[in-house]
Nanobody, 115 residues
Framework: QVQLVQSGGGWVQSGGSLRLSCAAS????????MAWYRQGPGKPREFVAH???????NYADSVKGRFTISRVIAENMVSLQMNSLKPEDTAVYYC?????????WGQGTQVTVSS
């Protein structure tokens, strides 16, 4: 099992930047994939980005070139740097750990981008 604690987020004007962090309770090497998802108002939860245990990354088309997922292995920490934010990025962002056959979610954090 793994527990996730998120930090970061908040409010920013369009074009601004925010950073989200997610601390895992176990070593990142033992987790298949760490990912970020988001759920906007009235929308289903959607994939944003992931990083695998080997460091490979993948992004949703809507955030490519603007968001960067990274990790600090020694701290069991995964971060999402979000640049050039747009109002449509407004959502609750969730960290997730794909661990074996289970999927564990962080508590979620609000990101609001004003125009």
């Amino acid at each position: 099992q793994v527990q996730l604690v998120q930090s970061g987020g908040g409010w920013v004007q369009s074009g601004g930047s925010l950073r989200l962090s997610c601390a895992a309770s176990r070593r990142l090497f033992s987790i298949n994939r760490m990912a970020w998802y988001r759920q906007g108002p009235g929308k289903p939860r959607e994939f944003v980005a992931h990083i695998t245990s080997t460091g490979s990354t993948n992004y949703a088309d809507s955030v490519k070139g603007r968001f960067t997922i990274s990790r600090v292995i020694a701290e069991n920490m995964v971060s999402l740097q979000m640049n050039s934010l747009k109002p449509e990025d407004t959502a609750v962002y969730y960290c997730a750990a794909h661990f074996g056959e289970s999927l564990t979610w962080g508590q979620g954090t609000q990101v609001t981008v004003s125009s």
